[in-house]
């Protein structure tokens, strides 16, 4: 069983920073792809990013390009996404998942485990 657990959320300005963790209970990012997802208020769950399995390959949203990078730590088994340049449109809690497939599924939020969500605001 995988767990993931979300920390770093909170209230930041606009243009602002702000830097997501989850920690993962395992030794799994050598198996599993990781990644986060997004969901605001009232909207559907989107795809933020994602990194392969041992950490080769990322891909992120338009929308967060040049703004946000994922990475890992293998050592401390911990998924971060910093966040750069907040806009109050980031604002949403956001979601850790991990999957064995790295690939389309992460686009429609066809992943296998999730956190529990960390919220992030981001105001004007």
């Known amino acids: 069983q995988v767990r993931l657990v979300e920390s770093g959320g909170g209230l930041v300005q606009a243009g602002g920073s702000l830097r997501l963790s989850c920690a993962a209970s395992?030794?799994?990012?050598?198996?599993?792809?990781m990644g986060w997802f997004r969901q605001a208020p009232g909207k559907e769950r989107d795809f933020v990013a994602v990194?392969?399995?041992?950490?080769?390959?990322?891909n992120l949203a338009d929308n967060v390009k040049g703004r946000f990078t994922i990475s890992t730590d293998n050592a401390k088994n911990t998924l971060y996404l910093q966040m750069n340049s907040l806009k109050p449109e980031d604002t949403a809690v956001y979601y850790c998942?991990?999957?064995?497939?790295?690939?389309?599924?992460?686009?429609?939020?066809?992943?296998?485990?999730w956190g529990q969500g960390t919220q992030v605001t981001v105001s004007s």
């Open positions: 395992g030794r799994i990012f050598r198996v599993y792809a």
């Open positions: 998942a991990a999957d064995e497939s790295y690939g389309s599924n992460w686009y429609d939020s066809r992943v296998r485990y």
């Open positions: 990194i392969s399995a041992g950490g080769g390959s990322t």
